[in-house]
RNA sequence: GCCUCUGUGGUGUAAUGGACAACACGACAGUCUUCGGAACUGUAAAUAGGGGUUCGAUUCCCUUCAGAGGCACCA
């Protein structure tokens, strides 16, 4: 028997002991607590189809089971309490089937099938060359990461893209700070990560501008000039743009994120102009009197909106506009998947309005994956007032605390030792921050309590593992075939079979959901159970059938664990 | 001004049209000659206020209040 022949089974009983009623879906969950069985029906809705009440359709039901009809074998029994109907599982055969999935499939334990074969499109990251990443960003890009990875699981060939903003006034800014106050010097020269030192001249622009409001005009013909190809200002922008990605590309490397396909706004910010010129001549959208070109989306309940400039470049949307297309005719995905900030929710309704208006039928697979920005305890982050939580200085801050954790525990190893294993918790903990919360959620940050290596933190599940590991590692030899199931069934046992249980439906849900939290939750939730298993029962000192039993079902645990923390792009540790 | 989103114990979060609202931090009280205490057990503590829909609402609708974001020829 296979595992999600399970609930299949238990609908198909249902079905043929009941009237005939089409297109109803059963909803078989686990009850809320341990001592109201392993599955429940609940029959309210189910009343509203046979018109009876849900009492007494619970009652019938499991009256049935009793006596007319035989239960399978890996039914227990079947009770009505009030309007449910609770299902209680045989252990032996749960614990077998749930156990030797595991052990069959290892990490491919809990994918699924239901992308299989379509190309799934993720856009995400998109950094500015001026300055380096921040916490923001940190958001975005595990966010990212993660639903990436569920969608792999689950099937797809997911294409993961990232569209660099390299032109524009704010770029304009650093390159004009550089040439009037640089000196000549390099990241070299200073011994600065690349990004980092783009961003210092950044934020000299803008100490400057407050005193010479004269600076930004500089700056906007610095981008005229950029824009006509004057040679000596695209010499600079290359300069300071390669610095700006390569340091960012660092980052990258270091939070273990990348991409297959880059684009660059330099490249592709005409992009829309020809498709905005054939919707004009359709008459989708208009000319202005001062020759702007511009559409208006009132009749949607949004705003008007500028397509083209009166001397005709480009706006933001253009390019937008351009690179849709572009990608869609590069990629033909079943799902293209924006993932930006909720403060654009608006802009990406406009940009799809007018996607539709334009005729795109694909805009239907386009999704704006919005997530709630990250604030500090003084309000919203403003990296040109220097008030940011910069990505890689807080990677080095905690793994500094997670080296002083190490140390504290375990004094003797070695200074390398100390460094990868601090990188891992350290990425772990800060990784799994960010991802329990559901993305919609904003997330107010302060650096000194959200992050903790104790209680719901991705430290806590890391560490969950290894002790896992540590207990298979003493017991030398295991026996992995001929376990005798019945055995196991203590309610510690059969809290965590539950989880181990539902862990495809956990996975499936993530990923339909765009939401990685999901995840995180039931891994906790696993964690948990497992460590008061711990505490309350041994797994060595048992006689040779029972720990054996036991053996795997708590490398299942620690096999689960694993794939789900992997997925949300955190490694494990045998030992920390 | 207009639009959108969010209000859950002291704090940070979870759940979801269904059985008693879950977890963590903090507080208090415990576990400690143990297979790793980055752990576990227990206690106190919450659905912003008011209406409505429903057999049933923390969840859906309206409203008041509070907070955030947006309404660029910036990107």
Redesign the pocket.
């Known amino acids: 028997m296979k595992m999600e022949n399970i609930k299949k089974e238990i609908i198909d009983l249902f079905e043929k002991v009941l009237p005939k009623i089409s297109n109803f879906e059963f909803k078989i969950e686990p009850?809320?607590?341990p001592d109201?069985?392993d599955l429940?029906l609940?029959c309210?809705?189910l009343a509203?189809v046979l018109k009876k009440q849900p009492e007494k359709i619970a009652k019938n039901l499991s009256e049935k089971f009793g006596k007319k009809i035989p239960l399978p074998d890996f039914i227990d029994r079947i009770e009505a309490?009030?309007?449910?109907l609770?299902i209680f599982l045989e252990k032996r055969t749960w614990f077998k089937v749930v156990c030797q999935e595991i052990l069959n499939r290892k990490d491919e334990f809990g994918s699924g099938r239901s992308f299989i074969k379509k190309n799934i499109l993720i856009e995400y990251s998109s950094p500015?060359t001026n300055k380096p990443q921040h916490l923001g960003h940190l958001r975005n890009n595990f966010l990212s990461w993660t639903i990436a990875n569920l969608f792999s699981f689950n099937g797809a060939k997911v294409t993961k893209v990232n569209l660099v903003?390299d032109?524009?006034?704010?770029i304009c800014k650093s390159m004009l700070a550089y040439q009037k106050w640089g000196e000549g010097k390099t990241p070299e020269s200073e011994k600065m990560k690349s990004d980092h030192f783009v961003g210092r001249y950044y934020v000299l622009f803008s100490e400057k501008e407050k005193k010479d409001p004269g600076l930004i005009q500089e700056a906007q013909n610095m981008l005229i000039q950029w824009e006509e190809g004057n040679s000596e200002v695209v010499a600079l922008w290359q300069k300071i743009n390669e610095w700006g990605i390569k340091g960012i590309k660092e980052t990258y490397k270091k939070i273990g994120v990348d991409f297959d396909h880059w684009y660059f706004?330099s490249d592709i910010y005409d992009s829309g102009k020809k498709i905005i010129m054939k919707a004009l001549k359709k008459n989708l959208c208009y000319k202005?009197e001062?020759g702007?070109i511009e559409i208006d989306l009132k009749n949607y309940?949004l705003?008007k909106?500028?397509l083209l400039?009166?001397n005709g470049t480009s706006?933001?949307?253009t390019q937008d506009i351009g690179l849709a297309y572009l990608k869609h005719g590069q990629f033909s995905p079943h799902k293209s998947i924006y993932v930006v900030a909720?403060?654009?929710?608006?802009?990406f309704k406009t940009l799809f309005k007018i996607l539709e208006i334009f005729g795109f039928k694909w805009v239907k697979d386009c999704y704006h994956l919005s997530y709630g920005?990250v604030?500090l305890p003084y309000?919203?982050m403003k990296s040109r007032e220097g008030e940011i939580v910069d990505a890689d200085e807080i990677i080095a801050q905690m793994e500094q605390l997670?080296k002083r954790?190490?140390l504290s525990?375990n004094a003797n190893l070695s200074p390398i030792e100390v460094s990868q294993?601090a990188e891992i918790?350290a990425l772990g903990a800060l990784k799994f921050f960010l991802l329990?919360?559901?993305p919609?959620?904003?997330?107010?940050f302060n650096p000194q309590a959200?992050i903790?290596?104790?209680?719901?933190?991705g430290?806590?599940l890391q560490?969950t593992y290894?002790?896992i590991?540590?207990?298979l590692e003493?017991a030398e030899q295991k026996e992995m075939t001929k376990i005798d199931y019945a055995v196991l069934g203590n309610q510690e046992e059969i809290e965590i079979l539950k989880l181990l249980f539902i862990f495809p439906e956990i996975i499936k849900k993530s990923t339909d959901d765009y939401?990685p939290?999901?995840l995180a939750?039931y891994l906790?939730k696993l964690?948990?159970k497992f460590?008061?298993f711990?505490?309350q029962?041994?797994?060595?000192?048992v006689n040779k059938k029972l720990k054996n039993a036991r053996l795997v079902l708590i490398q299942n645990v620690a096999e689960v664990i694993k794939k789900g923390l992997n997925l949300m792009g955190i490694e494990v540790l045998?030992?920390?």
């Open positions: 009850p809320p607590k109201m069985g429940t609940e309210f809705s509203k309490v009030g309007p449910y609770n500015n903003n032109r524009g006034i704010h706004e202005r001062d702007a309940n705003d909106k500028v400039r009166p706006v933001y949307i909720s403060e654009q929710d608006y802009y920005m604030f309000g919203k997670a954790e190490i525990r294993r918790i329990k919360f559901t919609e959620q904003e997330i107010r959200s903790s290596f104790e209680g719901d933190s430290p806590y560490y290894a002790r590991q540590s207990i003493k939401n939290s999901h939750q906790l964690g948990q460590n008061e711990y505490h029962h041994q797994v060595l000192k045998k030992k920390m």
